[in-house]
């Protein structure tokens, strides 16, 4: 993404203050001198100097100019008296997203820290966004949930503004591999796979696995998909796999999906990205007068709570959600207190019940 003219002269007078060429108390050029350096207007240099004033960088004399302020003295306060934690994830009001943020909740508030919380709905433009207010409201520390993280983020010059900051950062069930930031995620290849193995030991051969794929966990799970029937050559010409990508018109995709099990040749089982998507393929499966799992068996992943009342109940994967929040929540105070922090991955409980049984021979 383009840099705005006024956050190039936010960058340009932040690197020469912050690498000593002008010390606290000095003078700063002048707007006209910086309108001329630039060659913007004076709107776009006060825009700029208004920035660098609210981080404490600078101040005004009124007819007297500008000059650097003790903006170190000021980043250690804030991490002193900031008591809010920012909270960046991809949705937030449903599926497994409120048992994370609750377990974050518990385990900051018990060290006296609060949650604010944006929800990026997957969209880059919105990650950019919630960044940017998450370091203007100077938080003391960052747990997010990458946006889209199997492509390349454009957002990589905030988290590096994240750090300059000397802002605190963890992930949650994914990360950027660019980013040298914590981060806590499950297992997803080796339980897909563990999940595949199930259906073909019960007899299923034609498979097909859905997946989202502008995300680190479905291309994961995808893996898993494909390392199993890298166990069985003599069946792996058999399966076959939808992918899509968030923001995607779904009604494609499932109209594709409907093609598919409308065949003679029909795959006898469905393994999806997630619980909601297997709660929308269940509809789709129906929809074609097919009984679950008599004709077509299907799992989910992530154990979402209302996939437990469906009928029948759906075999998925079970997400550590609470535990992962509260375990986030304890890694960001100790990034916070300075402590050395590892990756965590988790190892994931198969739930198995009553959407899957062996094929009708």
Request: aromatic residues 8%.
């Amino acid at each position: 993404m383009a840099e705005n003219k006024y956050e190039m002269i936010e960058r340009g007078l932040r690197t020469v203050i912050e690498n000593g060429e002008y010390k606290v108390g000095d003078k700063l050029p002048t707007e006209s001198e910086l309108m001329a350096q630039y060659g913007v207007s004076r709107y776009t240099v006060r825009r700029a100097i208004g920035d660098l004033q609210n981080e404490h960088y600078v101040y005004r004399i009124q007819g007297g100019g500008m000059y650097v302020d003790d903006w170190q003295g000021h980043q250690k306060q804030r991490v002193i008296n900031n008591k809010m934690i920012g909270v960046v994830t991809t949705h937030l009001a449903d599926y497994i997203f409120p048992s994370i943020i609750a377990g974050i909740d518990r385990a900051i508030s018990a060290q006296g820290y609060s949650l604010v919380v944006s929800n990026t709905h997957n969209n880059r433009e919105k990650e950019r966004q919630s960044l940017q207010q998450m370091i203007d409201n100077k938080v003391a520390g960052l747990i997010i949930e990458p946006t889209q993280s199997a492509l390349p983020n454009p957002s990589i010059d905030l988290y590096q503004q994240v750090a300059e900051a000397q802002i605190p950062c963890i992930f949650i069930n994914a990360h950027y591999h660019q980013l040298d930031i914590p981060y806590l995620e499950v297992k997803d290849r080796e339980a897909e796979q563990k999940m595949i193995e199930y259906l073909i030991g019960q007899g299923h051969q034609r498979i097909l696995g859905i997946f989202q794929v502008d995300d680190m966990q479905g291309l994961h799970r995808m893996q898993g998909f494909i390392n199993a029937y890298m166990l069985h050559p003599d069946i792996s010409y058999l399966s076959e796999t939808v992918m899509y990508q968030s923001g995607q018109d779904m009604t494609k995709v499932f109209d594709q999906v409907a093609r598919i099990l409308d065949k003679a040749d029909r795959p006898t089982a469905v393994v999806c990205y997630n619980d909601e998507l297997a709660i929308q393929i269940m509809d789709v499966i129906r929809s074609l007068n097919l009984k679950i799992p008599a004709d077509i068996s299907i799992v989910g992943f992530d154990d979402y709570v209302l996939s437990r009342y469906l009928e029948p109940r759906l075999t998925t994967v079970e997400h550590p959600k609470g535990k992962m929040g509260l375990d986030a929540g304890k890694m960001i105070m100790a990034c916070i207190n300075g402590e050395e922090v590892d990756p965590i991955l988790y190892d994931l409980k198969m739930v198995y019940t009553d959407s899957t049984a062996s094929p009708r021979q």
